[in-house]
């Protein structure tokens, strides 16, 4: 299981995916050394979490990731992993534009549109931050089986999805994500105080 979530301007996801994308080979001579085979030396799950590789992938030399071997294994193409999960937070700025909808046969693109207060705080927010992304049930849920095999029952994730909802911005105040949505709409719009001139 490999697990990558993107903090930081290098950002983890696309470097992880390049150094993958270079390492892979869909089937490798016995000679070489230097690469692992998609087809015997799979991981079994590799989880993409604020995945930023393809806008990186414009920005720099890194491969495509809608056209690597980065993804779950299937019998259209080999793939490095058995199973690929794709995490996205819709609110995650860093992932408004050029978002991976590769598809998925086995695995799952997981996206969901909650953001929580910070405790503490003027109501100030994070939706690109790891915790944030693990404190989603589906996506904590999701990972648990898939690394631990662990199972939890209906009313388990119903409970969890309820007190997670009450702690999200949504459930504090109400607002639908459509309504926050618009909210960050009008941010750019809004007229900026005039800089004064420099003396002289």
């Not at 046969?105 to 909650?114: A, M």
């Amino acid at each position: 299981m490999t697990f990558c979530t993107a903090t930081g301007w290098m950002s983890p996801t696309a470097v992880a995916h390049d150094a993958l994308a270079k390492l892979y080979r869909e089937n490798v001579e016995m000679a070489d050394d230097e690469h692992l085979s998609a087809a015997t030396e799979r991981f079994e799950s590799l989880w993409m979490v604020a995945n930023v590789s393809r806008l990186l992938s414009i920005l720099t030399r890194f491969t495509d990731p809608l056209t690597s071997i980065v993804h779950d294994s299937n019998p259209d193409m080999a793939g490095c992993t058995n199973y690929f999960y794709n995490v996205r937070n819709k609110f995650d700025p860093f992932l408004y534009v050029k978002q991976y909808d590769r598809p998925i046969e086995y695995g799952r693109q997981i996206v969901f549109d909650e953001v929580r207060e910070i405790k503490d705080s003027e109501l100030k927010l994070n939706p690109h931050d790891l915790s944030e992304y693990m404190a989603c049930p589906e996506v904590t849920r999701l990972f648990l089986y898939r690394t631990l095999g662990l199972r939890f029952t209906l009313d388990e994730q119903e409970r969890a999805q309820k007190a997670y909802h009450a702690s999200s911005i949504q459930g504090i105040t109400g607002q639908t994500y459509q309504d926050i949505l618009d909210f960050i709409d009008t941010l750019g719009d809004r007229p900026f105080a005039p800089v004064p001139a420099r003396p002289g």
